[in-house]
């Protein structure tokens, strides 16, 4: 396997990662206290691997775009003009995002009473920008995308170096919040710094790989742990509030550090599953599983919210142990997710089946 296959069976490997991750942050978001649903039972665990969690799954899932959407800008010569990037972004995001979130994701919401009002008003919501549940990463990634092609030229410009395009994305991390939030504008201008940071990671892999390649399987086994205190610490730094605007602005961008710490950290696993892991039956295994989960991680993401609204809709006002009910809606949501991506194929393989059948 030649080196740039590696680098996409990796980036497929995180991709996975932050799928499940966004699932698992959602299974375990109704502990943290500040979630939709509240619970009889209290779980600190669970609210602390919460908490973890949003440090850095959407912030992963982006990077990996970025590293992506590198390999097919330059490696691939794709998205040949603004307008192209538009259209194939718009059938890939938006057309999914309006989909799932008019036909699927708001009645399901309506029907279990958790959208009050006039059923129209929230699509016309959702459609803005302003009430887009999960959904809202869609609509984000789509704006990247676009605001990304029009500065590329400077990355690639070697006038302006790596430091000063941090320089700029910092800054618009720290003042995203002054943009407005229709069609999540503000969040694109939040992230667009991990996007930058994946773009570069792909472009810098190969000597990235020569240094990684220096260090013994055990060694970065002993990195993994340690890289996971310093990110725990940055984490509960993180909580701590400034009164100065300005300095609290600036103290925001320890976020940014976090969230890098811990995608390193989940990069350093897959890398030893993918380079170093000696036992080629349990490779063969992680291997046939990320697959599997990879074939329908876009469904898994779109479609396992509501389900998990359903579950929690009939049960969250039980006496459930937290180990049960997180491990139910994680298995119910995916599992129900795939079905339903299984259907939906066998169904659109009928029915363009007997198109051409009348075609004929």
């Not at 619970?39 to 691997?49: F, G, K, M």
């Not at 009002?117 to 459609?127: E, L, V, W």
């Not at 990684?212 to 725990?232: D, G, M, R, V, Y």
């Amino acid at each position: 396997m030649n080196n740039k296959k590696i680098i996409l069976k990796e980036l497929d490997y995180l991709k996975v990662m932050g799928i499940l991750l966004v699932v698992i942050g959602h299974c375990t978001s109704i502990y943290t206290g500040g979630w939709v649903f509240t619970l009889p039972v209290n779980s600190p665990i669970y609210a602390l691997i919460a908490s973890y969690i949003y440090t850095f799954h959407v912030p992963m899932l982006v990077f990996v775009s970025g590293a992506i959407y590198y390999y097919c800008r330059i490696n691939k010569g794709k998205y040949s003009s603004l307008k192209v990037l538009i259209i194939s972004k718009f059938k890939r995001l938006i057309v999914p995002f309006l989909f799932i979130g008019i036909l699927y994701s708001i009645p399901i919401k309506y029907i279990i009473g958790m959208i009050e009002g006039n059923i129209i008003n929230n699509i016309k919501y959702f459609i803005l920008g302003l009430n887009t549940g999960h959904l809202w990463y869609l609509l984000m990634l789509f704006d990247i995308f676009i605001i990304f092609y029009l500065y590329e030229k400077f990355i690639l410009n070697k006038k302006y170096s790596i430091i000063l395009n941090l320089i700029l994305f910092s800054i618009l991390y720290i003042s995203s919040e002054f943009f407005t939030n229709i069609f999540q504008i503000n969040r694109a201008i939040q992230y667009s710094i991990f996007f930058y940071l994946g773009y570069e990671f792909f472009r810098n892999k190969d000597k990235l790989t020569l240094k990684l390649e220096k260090f013994k399987p055990k060694n970065i086994l002993i990195i993994i742990p340690i890289l996971t205190a310093i990110s725990l610490v940055l984490i509960l730094v993180s909580k701590i509030r400034l009164s100065n605007i300005m300095l609290s602005k600036l103290f925001s961008l320890i976020n940014v550090v976090a969230a890098l710490v811990c995608i390193t950290i989940c990069y350093l696993i897959v890398y030893l599953i993918n380079n170093r892991m000696k036992n080629i039956i349990i490779k063969d295994k992680i291997d046939k599983l990320i697959n599997v989960i990879g074939k329908y991680s876009f469904n898994i993401y779109l479609l396992h919210e509501p389900i998990i609204f359903i579950v929690l809709h009939f049960i969250s006002s039980k006496y459930i142990n937290p180990n049960v009910l997180v491990m139910l809606c994680l298995s119910i949501s995916v599992s129900i997710s795939i079905l339903i991506s299984i259907i939906y194929a066998k169904l659109k393989t009928v029915c363009n089946s007997r198109e051409i059948t009348f075609q004929q």
